[in-house]
């Protein structure tokens, strides 16, 4: 039955293979339970990674009762095995263990320490081919909340492995000697990495040889070399090399920058169906940066990265189809249609998109609960921006500052890049100032929004707590939260430098002081005291007085939030200095700020 069973599966009868097995394992063969354990895991990964038919596959995985085969079925069969003293069986669990199994839910099978133990007792009683001892090489550097990786012991059974000609342990060790990753390995393994790297690309191993292209890269910088080793990984059908190649000339790395031989390379690549070029070749014809924006080609390639199971490029498509131009309608409707896929297989970026949506009633019925559900499943920065907005309006839900300012504060203390896109003006040039731009909402919608009969003390109250009661709130000083100072208060000059870009200079105080006292223009009168001409300003580099001429969008954020910031006493004198200058305070404020 176990001979049979293996013609079956040379002859893609899996069925009739699992059958087979099935008999042998009731008849007591362990080495049946082990392959039959083995074909419901590759069944799963196939389901997957769809390399066999669904219909040839799928029928292997029903039990007769009409349930699927489940983790425990397997392990089960496996453990039989080895209760039958079968070393095979032991190697079979513990790669099992490791938990890198596709198709399957892995968080029910991942042990680490249990793959370890039996991968090292199958390798003790005799099953020490070279793969197993490259799997318990490995199982050493992996780690879980149970164990930590072991390098040195890791190494120990790599070279075992290599010993043996295993040319995946050398490209796995070669690996693991460039980028130790702080592990018990020394740093200084760059040159015996690259001879067990050489070793395995002379036996063919493609992946050696990009990995030597990285070395070269990184390490010595020598981009000749890169280009090299890349185009023999390409020789020895390596389908990542296109991309790498297709970058180098992207960005001119050691050639002479060609966006044309970047897209032929991506095209090699994506052709040869590599998920990274494809999505490159995406991004080349969806962006102003290399020329003419083409969305209907976008779009295709996009689609092509969505079919291998790829959400960002489904989260793409809806933002193409969301933006419309460059070749396609504005469709709302498909943006709906790409962003709840991507939803769905949780990309939280797309279900805040899909939001949004609900919330501006953009190509559906404007529905607050809805958006107000998507916001809150999402639950990155942005999204929690929005839930406080929603609570700061009274948008589906009841009025309540307090909650609004909950929300805003949560936004602030994500510091991860998602939260800054959409918080203010969605510019993806400055990342990392998304906590900011939250608090100042807080702040300047504490001063216009929350009036002392609904609640300014406890609103103040939490602006203290948050600002760590570092801040006098006996007169709104924006200035001195927004200001390089301002900042050094609470984030310390890395932060202030950071933000500040070239919109602030990073003064110690003292030399702040200096700017206001030599600062040419004499203030009629003060805000929040400070000079007017000094708010207006945003204390620029080299600037001067023409507002216009600002070109950083910060900049404009600070005049905006002072101006609609400020009690209407302020509101007038600053459209006074505005308006001795033949500037329209309402109308740059909306013209100027909010398009740009």
């Known amino acids: 039955d176990y001979k049979k069973g293996v013609e079956f599966l040379r002859e893609a009868e899996f069925t009739k293979a699992r059958d087979s097995f099935q008999k042998g394992v009731e008849e007591g063969d362990a080495a049946a339970m082990v392959v039959l354990a083995d074909l419901y895991v590759s069944a799963y990964e196939a389901l997957e990674t769809k390399s066999d038919p669904v219909e040839l596959v799928e029928p292997v995985l029903k039990k007769p009762d009409g ?37 399957m839910d892995n968080s ?26 490259r799997k318990l090489a490995y199982s050493y550097t992996c780690s879980d909340e149970n164990i930590e990786p072991s390098y040195q012991e890791s190494a120990k059974w790599y070279r075992k492995a290599i010993d043996k000609g295993d040319t995946k342990a050398m490209v796995e060790f070669g690996k693991l000697l460039h980028n130790p990753n702080g592990s018990d390995i020394s740093n200084n393994n760059i040159e015996e990495a690259i001879g067990i790297l050489q070793k395995a690309a002379e036996l063919g191993e ?63 690549g994506a052709d040869a169906g590599d998920i ?33 199971g790829d959400t960002q490029a489904m989260y793409d498509i809806g933002c193409l189809y969301e933006e419309g131009g460059n070749g396609i309608a504005r469709d709302l409707e498909s943006a709906r249609k790409w962003y709840k896929m991507a939803s769905e297989r949780g990309d939280d970026w797309a279900t805040f998109k899909l939001g ?64 800054y896109w959409g918080i203010l003006h969605g510019s993806p040039n400055a990342l990392d100032e998304v906590p900011f731009y939250a608090m100042l909402h807080v702040f300047s919608m504490s001063l216009v929004d929350f009036p002392e009969s609904e609640g300014y003390e406890p609103v103040k109250k939490k602006l203290d ?77 080299g600037v001067g007085p023409d507002i216009y001429t600002w070109g950083n969008k910060a900049k404009y954020d600070v005049a ?26 309402p109308e740059f404020f909306s013209q100027v700020y909010l398009n740009n």
């Open 108 to 133: 029910e099978i991942r042990d680490i320490k249990a793959a370890r133990e039996l991968l090292k007792q199958a390798v003790d009683r005799g099953y020490d081919n070279a793969t197993a001892l």
């Open 465 to 541: 707590e948050f600002f760590d009661g570092s801040q006098e709130w006996k007169t709104p000083d924006l200035l001195n939260v927004y200001t390089p100072y301002g900042i050094q208060k609470r984030w310390g000059w890395t932060r202030a430098d950071n933000f500040g870009r070239d919109a602030f200079i990073p003064f110690s105080a003292d030399k702040f002081s200096e700017c206001l006292k030599s600062y040419d223009n004499k203030p009629f009168r003060s805000v929040f005291g400070y000079p007017i001409e000094l708010m207006a300003g945003v204390v620029c580099k």
């Open 206 to 268: 493609a992946e050696a040889a990009e990995e030597l292209s990285s070395i070269y890269s990184f390490e010595y910088k020598d981009h000749h070399k890169e280009m090299q080793w890349l185009k023999k990984a390409v020789d020895m059908g390596s389908t990542s090399a296109f991309n790498r190649i297709g970058v180098m000339y992207e960005r001119g790395e050691g050639v002479e920058q060609n966006y044309d031989t970047a897209i032929a390379w991506y095209k090699k």
């Open 560 to 585: 905006f939030l002072v101006y609609f910031s400020s009690k209407r006493d302020v509101r007038s004198e600053v459209e006074v200095f505005m308006n001795g200058r033949q500037i329209n305070a």
């Open 356 to 419: 949004i949506l609900y919330y501006e009633g953009k190509g559906v019925k404007k529905d607050y609960a809805e958006a107000m559900r998507l916001f809150q499943k999402a639950g990155n920065g942005t999204a929690k921006f929005y839930i406080g907005e929603m609570y700061r309006k009274g948008q589906g839900v009841d009025k309540d500052y307090i909650k609004a300012l909950d929300y805003y504060q949560s936004a602030t203390e994500e510091d991860s890049d998602e939260a």
């Open 276 to 308: 990274y070029a494809i999505k490159n070749l995406a991004y080349i014809y969806s962006s102003s940066d290399f020329g003419e924006q083409n969305y209907i080609e976008a779009i295709k390639w996009y689609k092509k990265a969505a079919e291998l």
């Open 67 to 103: 349930g699927y085969i489940e983790t425990d079925d397997i392990t089960q069969l496996y453990q039989a095995a080895i209760d039958k003293d079968f070393p095979k069986a032991m190697y079979a669990l513990g790669n099992f263990k490791l938990g890198e199994n596709k198709g």
